[in-house]
């Protein structure tokens, strides 16, 4: 007995020794939370019933220069259902009204929003998707119906708010004016107009203190905000909507009607260098024939320019006193050989002798190729040079991502060979974007100032300008006065006479060069060959306003027409034709105040008459029919007249006395 009474003792301690160490670990570990831990779980509590809240900042809208709106965002809503919160009799009195009326919204049939609603209450499901992506007008409209109205306590009606960005003026325009998102990845991506200017258009997000208080419930722990949103500011573009619109269509038919790949065409003002329009459409497929805005061709794409290439050409040899338009070339039958390759002229046969300037306008490869290589073959680099002062051989470093690079061959690189300099003079070698040959052509048109594209204008907080972008020269004279005017009107003789004769109206004046290049003419044996036509320009011919340029890549061959007068001339010809029919250029009218002597005369006469006593009437035989009846009716006497021409015979004769009463007949030759 006593031995069992011992072992119960040491039971007895070894469950007190037990209880002894729990307590002294939960001492241990309070002390630890309290003291040691205390900070980390006392802010992971917080975290999970105290937490900040983003308020979005308003995005800035973008606008274009005559105040249209091109991009804005608006509220995007996503209707659910908690097939729990109502009450069994409100559901029941409510679900087929309900369907009814989201059948009559939504398009699908009253049984198939039934049998949703039904089963989401049978399942207990507390997040059915009703519809997406609704307007504001069409939220306020669900908000009233029947169950709905309820509220979303006793309604079930879960609204999710999301703000869109909309382009209210639709595809065009859309690379330019861009996007902002986030990617997959989680990384932010964008183009254009909104990712280039996201620091002014996005503002600032505020933050709001919230605390949990029921059901997944927050509430506002102060009245204030935490950090109050700063709403982002608006973009002001220099894209024209009227003109853009003009150039978007122009290139459209074009491209639907040659079945070609892809274009681009760009509208430039003179002065400023602010782009009044760009549009660029391609094909998703080799197989389409809907064209879309896919890729920023006119600012991305760096090629061979072919035959526009030659603007560069005439700008050395005239600027550098080698020759003049009038020097003389023997175009050899159309071919010429440089170390084994072959130059031609799109001309069979050749022009026979024709001077510089005339065959630039009939774009001869042979006269420009033989002018370039005679004067520059033993310093190549005189040449060169004179391309990169003219800052052709690097970006033009637009605020835009993914600016195509110019590639213009340097002597003693090594891409450099001996035929490299006369394949440079009628654009092969070389590359740039087309945005970057307008430029060129654009500081000929505004008399040698090289003027950067500007695609912004201004930013703005409401009608404040937080920051005005100005004019930026890239280069200030290009050439000369005297290499300026002949260079407009060789380029005027282009439209007039030469390659782009077919565009010349005699209505209004253009100028510019076609060109037609060959692609991937070295590859594959020339199967993947393709031609890239083009027309660059500016008008009014005499007092340039706009600079603009056309390219199309791989337009149909089948009928022979791929050249650039007759692919991407009418694009050309059809903006600087609206542009100009809707703001005519005003012509100065010469000898305006030059007195003609039978004028003189026959004003006298009537300004002697008009200025009698005027109790008597005067002697208006002579006298034009229009001008008697206004001097006697300015007297207050009654006319009648009889015939047309001048005044032969008067009734009441001259130096006779009248009344107010008083008729005179007037008969007219």
Request: glycine share 8%.
């Amino acid at each position: 007995m006593a031995v069992e009474d011992k072992h119960i003792s040491y039971r007895i301690y070894l469950v007190a020794f037990c209880l002894f160490l729990m307590a002294f670990a939960i001492a241990f570990k309070l002390t630890k939370i309290q003291w040691v831990e205390g900070d980390h779980y006392r802010k992971l509590a917080k975290e999970r019933t105290v937490k900040n809240f983003v308020i979005p900042a308003n995005k800035g809208n973008i606008y274009s220069a005559d105040g249209s709106l091109l991009a804005t965002s608006i509220p995007n809503y996503n209707i659910r259902f908690d097939a729990v919160a109502p009450k069994g009799e409100d559901f029941a009195k409510n679900v087929r009204p309900l369907a009814d009326s989201l059948a009559k919204m939504l398009g699908k049939p009253s049984s198939f929003y039934h049998s949703q609603l039904t089963l989401a209450r049978n399942n207990k499901n507390r997040y059915l998707l009703v519809a997406r992506d609704l307007s504001y007008t069409q939220y306020m409209k669900i908000k009233s119906f029947p169950l709905f109205n309820l509220g979303a306590n006793k309604g079930g009606m879960i609204t999710e708010q999301e703000t869109v960005r909309e382009h209210p003026i639709g595809k065009i325009a859309e690379r330019t004016i861009g996007y902002e998102r986030i990617t997959p990845e989680g990384k932010p991506d964008g183009k254009g107009i909104e990712w280039s200017f996201r620091k002014y258009l996005n503002g600032k997000d505020g933050k709001v203190l919230k605390q949990k208080i029921a059901k997944g419930q927050w509430k506002p722990i102060r009245d204030q905000n935490e950090i109050d949103p700063q709403d982002g500011y608006d973009v002001i573009s220099t894209i024209d909507v009227y003109i853009q619109d003009i150039a978007h269509h122009a290139l459209l038919k074009q491209l639907q009607e040659f079945k070609a790949e892809h274009g681009c065409v760009i509208v430039m003002e003179t002065k400023t260098g602010k782009i009044r329009a760009i549009s660029n459409l391609g094909k998703l497929k080799e197989t389409d024939s809907t064209y879309f805005e896919t890729q920023n061709y006119a600012v991305a794409e760096s090629h061979e320019p072919g035959s526009t290439f030659k603007l560069v050409d005439m700008i050395a040899l005239l600027d550098d006193g080698k020759v003049d338009t009038s020097k003389v070339y023997d175009s050899r039958g159309g071919i010429i050989e440089y170390r084994g390759k072959k130059v031609r002229d799109s001309h069979e046969g050749g022009y026979g002798k024709i001077s510089l300037g005339r065959g630039f306008e009939v774009s001869s490869n042979t006269v420009l190729v033989q002018a370039v290589y005679e004067n520059y073959k033993n310093n190549p680099k005189e040449f060169v040079d004179r391309i990169d002062r003219m800052g052709l051989n690097k970006p033009l470093g637009l605020p835009f991502q993914g600016e195509g690079r110019p590639y213009i061959p340097q002597p003693g690189d090594k891409h450099w060979s001996a035929i490299s300099l006369p394949w440079m003079a009628f654009g092969y070698g070389v590359s740039v974007t087309p945005l970057q040959t307008l430029t060129l052509y654009n500081a000929i048109a505004n008399n040698g100032e090289m003027v950067k594209p500007q695609f912004v204008s201004e930013i703005k907080e409401w009608n404040k300008t937080i920051k005005k972008y100005n004019k930026e020269v890239i280069n200030p004279k290009i050439c000369s006065d005297e290499t300026v005017m002949k260079l407009k009107a060789v380029l005027e003789n282009v439209v007039k006479r030469g390659t782009g004769s077919k565009l010349y109206s005699k209505d209004f004046s253009m100028a510019g060069k076609t060109g037609t290049a060959q692609a991937n003419y070295g590859k594959n044996g020339g199967s993947e060959k393709h031609y890239i036509s083009s027309f660059v320009g500016f008008f009014p011919a005499e007092n340039p306003k706009y600079s603009c340029i056309v390219v199309v890549h791989k337009p149909n061959t089948s009928g022979n027409n791929y050249y650039g007068a007759d692919v991407a001339g009418p694009v050309f010809k059809r903006v600087a034709q609206k542009i100009f029919t809707d703001a005519p250029s005003t012509n100065e009218i010469k000898n305006l105040n030059k007195k003609i002597g039978k004028q003189e005369k026959a004003y006298n006469e009537y300004a002697v008459k008009s200025n009698a006593d005027g109790k008597t009437i005067p002697n208006v035989k002579g006298m034009s029919g229009m001008d008697a009846v206004a001097l006697l009716e300015n007297m207050k006497v009654k006319v009648k007249v009889i015939g047309f021409g001048k005044v032969k015979r008067q009734s009441v004769q001259p130096g006779s006395a009248f009344n107010k009463n008083t008729t005179i007949i007037l008969e007219l030759s």
